[in-house]
């Protein structure tokens, strides 16, 4: 985009915020790349070298779930020491205004619980990859205490409570949307006025949806992505810079915690 398109741009979008009552962001990968975070799926990314690992062979086999775990260690620097973004934190200065009431991510990294939204008004469509879960009962478990049990044992560890298998927080292909999540996305995107899509392809299901519902219930549609999406006619406005830089002017410090963010 040129730089005068961009600054025509960038002051539509600071009227559309202005304007809006509820604003209802929904990231992708594209918010997480400038904090460390690979991109997937992207060409060249870590799914092109690796294939991921679907969900029935996880179940079925212990070196299935041996692989996907020590290919989760192998990728543990990069998430423990991950930073919220620019784009992170100006969603967060936009929660704690009150015109963000939540946010939706197909994101698994926990970038925007650590920037500020509770982590009950972070709908995660894809899960969380920095704790585990027991597949049976649900128990959750630090990856530390599956690091260890895994480096003890030469394999990964079933549940100690109910001897179910132990596996990140996500959603792996070929296993089940999270119904309460996806219901949450739904009413969150129907009762918004301005819906914001950051840094998505808007290629994979149910990611494609949500552009759509937002504008059949009125809502004001901004797209945010390097690429063009299949919704750029259909949006009110389309960012074609880079997630950072477009969402930096949103950025407010909190008088308690400018020091720390
Ligand atoms: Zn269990």
């Known amino acids: 985009m040129h730089t005068p398109d961009l600054e025509k741009a960038m002051t539509g979008l600071q009227q559309m ?12 990968a594209g918010i997480s790349t400038e904090c460390g975070i690979p991109d ?29 775990w020590r290919r989760r260690f192998a990728m543990e620097t990069e998430f423990s020491t991950a930073r919220p973004g ?25 970038l925007h619980q650590v ?10 469509l894809h899960g969380n990859t920095t704790y585990a879960t027991c597949l049976d009962c649900a128990r959750r478990y630090e990856l530390a205490w599956v690091r260890e049990r895994y480096e003890a044992e030469g394999h990964a560890a079933d549940c100690a409570a109910c001897g179910g298998y132990v596996k990140t927080a ?35 299901w149910p990611a494609a949806g949500f552009p759509l519902l937002a504008k059949r219930n009125g809502a004001r549609l901004v797209i945010f992505n390097r690429e063009p999406t ?18 930096e002017p949103f950025i407010v410090h909190a008088v308690s915690d400018a020091s720390s963010r």
């Open 17 to 28: 915020v202005q304007e809006a009552r509820t604003i209802v962001p929904f990231t992708g």
């Open 40 to 68: 997937f799926r992207s060409p060249g990314g870590l799914w092109t070298k690796n294939r991921p690992i679907p969900f029935d062979e996880f179940l079925a086999s212990q070196e299935a779930r041996n692989e996907s």
């Open 86 to 110: 620019r784009g992170h934190r100006a969603l967060a200065s936009l929660h704690r205004m009150g015109k963000i009431p939540a946010v939706i991510t197909q994101n698994i990294d926990n």
């Open 115 to 124: 920037s500020g939204f509770a982590a009950d008004k972070v709908v995660e």
């Open 170 to 204: 996500t959603i792996s292909f070929g296993q089940a949307m999270p119904e309460a999540a996806m219901r949450r996305a739904e009413q969150y995107t129907a009762a918004c006025d301005l819906f914001l899509a950051i840094g998505s392809s808007l290629v994979v």
């Open 230 to 247: 299949d919704f750029d006619d259909m949006a009110d406005l389309v960012i074609r810079a880079d997630i950072g830089a477009a969402l």
